[in-house]
């Protein structure tokens, strides 16, 4: 099954949902960054978080990070997204691994650490970024989402997530949603869908028993009528190019561009997202250096 992200509306349109199963883009991320099954788990979450906010943007060129440093042991972990909730991502030290939890499951607030914030910066074409941060609530993430979410988007939600690992590291399920409240809904409604939430199983108990994201809602939102709006394929992407990578090498300038030339005669680049490695030889260097030497005579 593709990953998808699955909208849709409830309550006669008092609730606003979205849903994504996306086992593949976390075992895609899983097999560049070689992680550990709690590293998978908390990279794997925030992938799944993003591609949901991301895919909310919908402009052409707008896109989203997700920024998670908790003083834990797995360090940063940095996820973009683009409008369409393509995602890429990775995380500071994907090869730590933890004693599970007394329930024998991964911990994930462990290894993330509750000492430190979330922040999510949104790209949408203005002459800022809008930047909204809070301090981490459980660093389980879909928790630390929903707190975000109420504070800086002034957005009442519930978010679930969750990555099931297979014996073999690989992931068997990857999957979540966020349910949002519009303005003006009722206590009534607010009351019932807490009681829905609050009965809800796992997303992962849900995909593993191949729930399909239709029937996982239905589930989730029982006793509402849901009005399911779109379907949409997402994914693992990253937009690395060695030209790109070039540019990064100019930006360096003359003097750091001439201390590797020295030291090293090369430069290997490693792109963080996806692990492809540009390799530019001294000729490329010296090139370099001479288009900067042009550079004043084309303004």
């Given at each position: 099954m593709k990953d998808q992200i699955l909208r849709g509306t409830a309550g006669n349109g008092a609730i606003r949902f979205s849903a994504i199963n996306g086992r593949g883009l976390v075992q895609r991320a899983r097999e560049i960054h070689n992680t550990s099954p709690v590293a998978s788990a908390a990279l794997g979450r925030t992938l799944l978080a993003a591609s949901l906010l991301g895919n909310d943007l919908k402009t052409e060129g707008n896109s989203l990070t997700i920024r998670i440093n908790g003083g834990?042991?797995?360090?940063?972990?940095?996820?973009?997204?683009?409008?369409?909730?393509y995602v890429r991502g990775y995380c500071q030290r994907p090869l730590i691994d933890l004693p599970l939890r007394p329930d024998g499951k991964l911990d994930v607030a462990a290894a993330v650490g509750t000492n430190g914030?979330?922040?999510?910066i949104k790209d949408i074409g203005l002459k800022d970024p809008y930047v909204g941060q809070v301090e981490l609530?459980?660093?389980?993430?879909?928790?630390?989402?929903?707190?975000?979410?109420?504070e800086s988007e002034q957005v009442?939600?519930?978010?679930?997530?969750?990555?099931?690992?297979?014996?073999?590291?690989?992931?068997?399920?990857?999957?979540g949603y966020i349910i949002?409240?519009?303005?003006?809904?009722?206590?009534?409604?607010?009351?019932?869908?807490?009681?829905?939430?609050?009965?809800?199983?796992?997303?992962?108990?849900?995909l593993d028993?191949?729930?399909?994201?239709?029937?996982?809602?239905?589930?989730?939102?029982?006793?509402?009528?849901?009005?399911?709006?779109?379907?949409?394929?997402?994914?693992?992407?990253c937009f690395c190019t060695r030209e790109r990578v070039r540019e990064v090498l100019l930006s360096l300038?003359?003097?750091?561009?001439?201390?590797?030339?020295?030291?090293?005669?090369d430069a290997e680049i490693s792109c963080q997202f996806c692990d492809e490695v540009y390799k530019f030889t001294h000729e490329d260097i010296e090139l370099l250096l001479k288009e900067q030497d042009e550079e004043p005579q084309k303004a």
């Open positions: 834990g042991p797995l360090g940063s972990i940095v996820v973009v997204s683009d409008e369409n909730g914030g979330l922040t999510v609530r459980s660093g389980e993430i879909a928790e630390d989402i929903t707190a975000y979410l109420a009442p939600s519930a978010c679930a997530l969750g990555v099931l690992v297979d014996r073999d590291f690989s992931i068997k399920r990857a999957g949002s409240l519009l303005p003006g809904t009722s206590d009534e409604v607010i009351t019932k869908l807490e009681g829905c939430i609050a009965r809800a199983k796992p997303v992962t108990t849900y028993q191949g729930y399909t994201l239709h029937e996982m809602m239905t589930k989730v939102l029982d006793g509402f009528e849901c009005n399911f709006l779109s379907e949409e394929e997402v994914g693992y992407r300038g003359r003097e750091e561009l001439e201390r590797i030339l020295k030291e090293q005669g």
